[in-house]
């Protein structure tokens, strides 16, 4: 079955430093998702990817599609603690099929004062 | 705007006894899905309902089952509880793909 890959598990970085998380599937995407959870509280919707090589901006943070559509990229410009959470990427496969997204395990994003 | 909402937030149970969990999408939405967190392994599929039916289901043992009422609220039963089971237990309900989780059900097994 499908797989969503995503590194780093954990990213350690200072406040104002950049941060970058990794997403890649087994399989070709129909489209791809992000979503922040926050410590304690439950995934929340950030964005989601349709079309090959797309680039999607929301303030600090970038969001990127690959060619392939099977890997995908979030980009945090100059962390913030609000940005402390985990990010997780997820997947719908673009062979057909049952619904249902795959979720990859998620990056922990710890950000030190 | 309501959201998703579940119940109970939080629950204590032993082993070999069953639970039912409950979650209640948001107004217009026909989709639930049912996602098991434990610690250490994301987000794992676990059931998809869609117009009182189930469409798909993850890779978990029969005694986790659910269903989906006409008013497409939906519960969650697992029989038989194992330690393993422990986790957070979310729902979600998805409009034009995509997902909005609820708070969740943090379930202990002793």
């Known amino acids: 079955g499908q797989q969503v890959m995503q590194i780093p598990q954990y990213q350690h970085v200072q406040e104002g430093e950049d941060f970058t998380t990794y997403c890649n599937s087994s399989t070709t995407l129909s489209n791809i998702q992000w979503y922040k959870q926050r410590p304690g509280g439950h995934p929340v919707f950030l964005i989601q990817?349709?079309?090959?090589?797309e680039v999607k901006k929301q303030k600090r943070l970038t969001f990127q599609f690959g060619e392939a559509k099977k890997n995908s990229s979030l980009h945090i410009t100059a962390t913030q603690t609000t940005d402390v959470g985990t990010y997780f990427c997820a997947g719908r496969d673009s062979g057909g099929g049952a619904d249902g997204l795959t979720f990859g395990k998620g990056t922990h994003l710890i950000i030190q004062p | 705007e309501a959201g998703v909402t579940q119940s109970p937030t939080h629950l204590i149970k032993t082993r070999g006894q069953q639970v039912t969990l409950r979650c209640s999408p948001i107004?217009?939405?026909?989709?639930v899905y049912w996602y098991q967190q434990a610690l250490g392994l994301g987000l794992q599929f676990l059931l998809w309902?869609?117009?009182?039916?189930?469409?798909n289901r993850g890779n978990f043992p029969p005694r986790f089952s659910g269903r989906q009422f006409p008013n497409y609220s939906s519960e969650l039963n697992v029989n038989a509880l194992e330690l393993e089971d422990s986790a957070l237990y979310l729902c979600?309900?998805?409009?034009?793909?995509?997902?909005?989780f609820g708070p969740g059900t943090r379930l202990t097994v002793l």
């Open positions: 979600a309900s998805s409009f034009v793909n995509t997902q909005y």
């Open positions: 990817l349709v079309k090959s090589g």
């Open positions: 107004s217009g939405h026909t989709s």
């Open positions: 309902y869609d117009e009182g039916e189930e469409r």
